[in-house]
């Protein structure tokens, strides 16, 4: 089981720029691939990006492809997700979630991650 914590979270200008943090706990973080799902009022969770355990390989969904990069520090825990050039649409709540690289499944399926933060909430005004 790890722990995760969101961070980095705010009101930003469309155009802007904000880079959300993920600390985990308890088991050993590369023990996990990770994953950014976020949720806007009204709507479902949707998938953001993922990074496989080692950072060799990520993905993102078409809507924040060249505008979002994920990254990982296994030495300090912590995911990011570096966020640029932010559009109104992308106003929602952010969530860290991780599933264990020894599982076979679909990164961008929220059924897929076992383990969830508790989101940070990313507002982008027009």
């Known amino acids: 089981q790890v722990q995760l914590v969101e961070s980095g979270g705010g009101l930003v200008q469309a155009g802007g720029s904000l880079r959300l943090s993920c600390a985990a706990s308890?088991?050993?973080?590369?023990?996990?691939?990770m994953g950014w799902f976020r949720q806007a009022p009204g709507k479902e969770r949707e998938f953001v990006a993922a990074i496989s355990w080692s950072g060799s390989t990520t993905y993102y969904t078409d809507s924040v492809t060249g505008r979002f990069t994920i990254s990982r520090d296994n030495a300090k825990n912590t995911v990011f997700l570096q966020m640029n050039s932010l559009k109104p649409e992308d106003t929602a709540v952010y969530y860290c979630?991780?599933?264990?690289?020894?599982?076979?499944?679909?990164?961008?399926?929220?059924?897929?991650?076992?383990?969830w933060g508790q989101g940070t909430q990313v507002t982008v005004s027009s």
């Open positions: 308890g088991r050993t973080f590369s023990s996990y691939n």
């Open positions: 979630a991780a599933r264990d690289r020894r599982t076979t499944a679909v990164v961008s399926a929220i059924k897929s991650y076992e383990n």
